[in-house]
């Protein structure tokens, strides 16, 4: 049986049904009107309603930070510095003594300056050595300048020994705080107590000549003065306002007692 032929299919091809738009397929748009872009979700982090622009080359993303305290005036605050830390030391001025705080800048380094007392206490220790050589020595030539008197020699050859035996004292005296400085840069009792004697210039232990004078000046004032010029010398280090605590012999070798 036959049908007539349909005006809208002429030719009498087999027809699809219309797709309908449904879940993953897109829509077509009508005939004559422009296809729509579908709205581009912004990227995280970036705002809405702004292009995301691409860093340039040598440009920072984003404005510096200004100091902490630039913004209301105040000087920017250095880095390490942190006044509320426990145990926080001032960092002292190259060549400036730090009487507050104990401490000088040398050419050598940051140093604590020795304390009158360790001074002091190295200056007995050194005395006590120094008089138990001598007193050995004395005891031994007093002790035979007693047996030569009781054999019947004359007494004038003791008289002489023991002004000898008062040059030797004053040689010990040099051995011990001029050599003794000028190859250790402390004496014995300094170095039991952790002393150093150093040249103030340089920060190295002293010359022969700067130990020579340190040790000479208050000898040599000492003889014409009696002693008193020697006392006077030793206690001048109360007398600094520097904070370095540097005596008048100190002063005159250009010398400093550190405990390094």
Same mark, same amino acid.
């Given at each position: 049986?036959s ?7 002429p030719y009498?091809?087999?027809?699809? +049904? +219309? ?5 993953g397929?897109?829509?077509q748009?009508p005939?004559?009107?422009?296809p ?12 809405? %309603?702004? +292009?995301?622009?691409p860093p ?12 902490q ?12 510095y942190d006044p ?9 001025v ?13 050419p ?18 050194d005395m006590?050595?120094?008089g138990?050589?001598f ?8 002790t ?16 002489g ?10 040689v *010990?005296?040099l051995?011990w705080?001029? *050599?003794f400085?000028a190859?250790?840069?402390a004496?014995p009792?300094?170095?039991i107590?952790?002393?150093?004697v ?5 920060g190295v232990k ?6 020579l004078?340190r040790? %000479?000046?208050?000898?040599?004032l ?11 010398i ?12 540097? %005596? ?8 400093l007692?550190?405990?390094?």
């Amino acid at each position: 049986m036959s049908y007539p032929p349909d005006p809208n299919n002429p030719y009498g091809q087999p027809q699809q +049904p +219309p797709q309908q738009p449904g879940y993953g397929y897109p829509q077509q748009a009508p005939q004559g009107v422009p296809p729509q872009q579908p709205p581009q979700q912004p990227g995280y982090g970036y705002p809405q %309603g702004q +292009p995301q622009q691409p860093p340039q080359y040598g440009y920072p993303q984003q404005p510096p930070v200004p100091p902490q305290g630039a913004e209301y005036g105040y000087p920017p605050q250095q880095p390490g510095y942190d006044p509320n830390a426990y145990g926080y030391q001032p960092q002292p001025v190259p060549g400036v003594a730090q009487g507050a705080s104990g401490y000088v800048t040398i050419p050598t380094g940051t140093f604590q300056i020795a304390s009158y007392g360790a001074r002091f206490g190295a200056r007995l220790l050194d005395m006590v050595f120094v008089g138990i050589i001598f007193g050995v020595i004395y005891a031994v030539i007093l002790t035979a300048m007693i047996s030569s008197i009781n054999n019947g020699s004359s007494s004038g050859a003791g008289i002489g020994v023991l002004f000898l035996v008062d040059i030797f004292f004053y040689v *010990v005296l040099l051995a011990w705080d001029v *050599v003794f400085v000028a190859w250790k840069g402390a004496t014995p009792g300094k170095m039991i107590l952790g002393l150093l004697v150093v040249d103030e210039r340089t920060g190295v232990k002293p010359s022969f000549g700067g130990a020579l004078t340190r040790w %000479g000046f208050p000898i040599g004032l000492g003889l014409i003065t009696c002693g008193l010029g020697a006392v006077l010398i030793y206690i001048s280090p109360f007398f600094d306002n520097t904070g370095k605590l540097r %005596g008048w012999h100190d002063r005159a070798a250009n010398t400093l007692v550190i405990k390094p």
